[in-house]
C-alpha cells in the first residue's frame, strides 16, 4: 500500500513513500499534515531497495538539508509512479464514466429512449473509441459522441433541453393596455423568428396560451444554448432564459403499441422522402418547359432555324421527317420524364400494397396456426353427446398421445414438438414473455412478438 512520487533534480533521483490516496488530497490544500500523507519522513534515492539520500546530495541539489522541506518541495513538483493495475483501473473507471454520461444525455433519435450501459460500452468498443486517463470527462463525452456519429455504430443524438425565454416586464406593459399587448405579442414573435432561424423546429416550440404568456417555452439542442441565451437578450426580445429540464426523454417501459407506432412514423418518412424525390424530378422537367416557354422570340426564332438547317442536312434521305426540331423533342423528353415519375409512384404503391398482403398473409397463418393448435388442445370437448362413452376414450388416447409427443409452455401458451421444445426456450419471444410476466404484464403471442422490433426490448 504505498505510493511512490519521483523527482529528478541535479542528476540524481529522489523518491519519498507515501500512502495511496493520500497525495491527491495534499495536492488539492485538503490534507496539510505530512504525517498524514507520508509513510515516514525520509527520502530515498529507490525507495523499492530501501537507499536513502545523503545529506551531501540534499545540500547540493535542493540548497538545504531539511528534509521536511524536501519532501514537500518533491509532493509538489515530483511524478506519482503508477502501477499497470492501477492505471488499467483508473482508465476503466474513466470509461465508465465517459458511458455512463451518454447514456444519461443522449437518446434514439425515433423513439427519443436512452441507450443502456453495456450497449454504449459495445458501442465504443466497436468504433475505436481509447478513453484518456488525464483528459476532462466531458470533452471525452462529446467525442465519444461524434465518432459513434461518424462510424455509424449506434443510431444515437444528444437528448434535446427544455428552455424557457421569459419576456421581461417594460413600463407600458404594466397598465395592459393595448399597445402594451402588441409590444408583447411583437417581442414574442419576434423571439420565435429567431429561434426557428437558429434550428429550433417549429414543431418544439409550445404555443402561446394567449396575447398576455410571457414564457415561450421551446426543446434545443444543447450545442445551441449560448445561441439561444443571446436571443433572449436580444434589443427586440429583451428576456432571460431559463433550463426547465436538463435532457428530455422518454420515460416508462416500451409497449406494443408504442413499437408500432415508431415503425409507422418510419415507414411514413421513408414514403415521404421517395416523394420528395419524385416530385423533384417533375419539378425539374417542369421548370425546363416554364423556361422554354419564358423564352424572348428572337431567340426562339434562332433555334427554329438551327433546327430545321440541321433537320434539312440531316434528313436528306428521309424526306418525311423534314419538320422536326429541338422544341419538339424537348417536350418529348420532358413528358417522359414525368411518366417514368409517375411509374415510379405506381411502383412504390404496388410495393406497399404487396408488403401490406404479405402481412395479412402471415397474419393469417398465424390465427390459422393458433386454431389448429387450440383444435388439437381440445379434441377431447368436441366429441358428439350420442357415443359419449367412446368419445372420451378416443379424447382419453389423443391426449395421451398428445402429452407423448408434443410439450406445453405454460408461459407462451401452446405445446411444441421435443425437438422444438428446447429451441423455444431459448427464443426471444419465450425470453420476452418470462421478462413480462416478471413484472406482472400480460404475456405477447408469437405474431404480436414478430410485429415490433425485439431489439428495442432487450
Given at each position: 500500500n504505498v505510493a ?270 421517395h416523394v420528395l ?71 412504390a404503391k404496388r ?108
Amino acid at each position: 500500500n504505498v505510493a511512490v512520487v519521483r523527482l529528478s533534480r541535479g542528476g540524481h533521483r529522489f523518491e519519498v513513500a507515501c500512502y495511496r490516496n493520500k497525495i491527491v488530497n495534499y495536492r488539492q490544500g485538503t490534507e496539510t499534515d505530512l504525517s498524514e500523507v507520508l509513510q515516514t519522513e525520509r527520502i530515498f534515492t529507490n525507495v523499492s531497495k530501501g537507499q536513502f539520500a545523503n545529506s551531501k546530495t540534499l545540500k547540493k541539489c535542493f540548497d538545504t538539508t531539511d528534509e521536511e522541506e524536501v519532501c514537500r518541495f518533491i509532493l509538489a513538483n515530483g511524478d506519482v509512479q503508477v502501477s499497470d493495475q492501477e492505471r488499467a483501473a483508473q482508465l476503466e473507471s474513466t470509461a465508465r464514466e465517459v458511458a455512463s454520461m451518454v447514456s444519461e444525455k443522449c437518446v434514439h433519435p425515433i423513439s427519443r429512449r436512452p441507450y443502456t450501459m453495456p450497449q454504449i460500452r459495445d458501442g465504443m468498443k466497436a468504433a475505436g473509441f481509447m478513453v484518456h486517463p488525464t483528459r476532462n470527462i466531458k470533452q471525452q463525452f462529446l467525442d465519444c459522441v461524434r465518432l459513434l456519429q461518424q462510424k455509424q455504430v449506434l443510431d444515437i443524438e444528444r437528448a434535446k433541453m427544455k428552455l424557457a425565454i421569459v419576456l421581461l416586464e417594460e413600463e407600458h406593459d404594466d397598465d395592459g393596455s393595448d399597445e402594451g399587448n402588441t409590444r408583447l405579442v411583437e417581442r414574442r414573435d419576434a423571439a420565435v423568428t429567431f429561434l426557428i432561424n437558429e434550428g429550433v423546429a417549429a414543431a418544439d416550440i409550445l404555443p402561446s396560451t394567449g396575447d398576455n404568456d410571457t414564457r415561450i417555452i421551446f426543446q434545443s439542442d444543447p450545442s445551441l444554448y449560448r445561441r439561444m441565451d443571446g436571443i433572449a437578450r436580444h434589443d427586440n426580445v429583451q428576456g432571460r432564459l431559463e433550463i426547465i429540464q436538463q435532457c428530455v426523454t422518454e420515460e416508462g417501459d416500451v409497449t406494443l403499441g408504442h413499437e408500432l407506432e415508431r415503425k409507422a412514423q418510419q415507414q411514413q418518412q421513408r414514403d415521404e422522402n421517395h416523394v420528395l424525390t419524385t416530385g423533384r424530378v417533375a419539378t425539374q422537367t417542369g421548370s425546363d418547359e416554364k423556361n422554354d416557354v419564358n423564352e424572348d422570340v428572337p431567340t426562339l426564332s434562332d433555334k427554329l432555324q438551327s433546327g430545321l438547317r440541321l433537320t434539312s442536312n440531316a434528313d436528306t434521305n428521309n424526306n418525311d421527317h423534314d419538320d422536326h426540331h429541338p422544341t419538339i423533342t424537348r417536350f418529348a423528353n420532358s413528358r417522359k420524364a414525368q411518366k417514368a415519375a409517375q411509374k415510379k409512384s405506381k411502383k412504390a404503391k404496388r410495393r406497399e400494397k404487396e408488403d401490406a398482403a404479405e402481412r395479412e398473409a402471415k397474419i393469417a397463418a398465424e390465427k390459422a396456426r393458433q386454431k389448429e393448435r387450440d383444435e388439437r388442445r381440445g379434441l377431447h370437448k368436441n366429441t358428439s353427446a350420442g357415443d359419449a362413452a367412446t368419445s372420451k376414450n378416443n379424447a382419453d388416447q389423443v391426449s395421451n398421445a398428445d402429452m407423448g409427443e408434443c410439450k406445453a409452455c405454460n408461459t407462451c401458451g401452446g405445446s411444441f414438438a421435443p425437438h422444438e421444445y428446447r429451441s423455444h426456450f431459448r427464443s426471444d419471444w419465450h425470453r420476452y414473455n418470462v421478462k413480462l410476466k416478471m413484472k406482472g404484464c400480460a404475456t405477447v403471442s408469437e405474431k404480436e412478438f414478430l410485429l415490433c422490433d425485439s431489439d428495442a426490448f432487450f
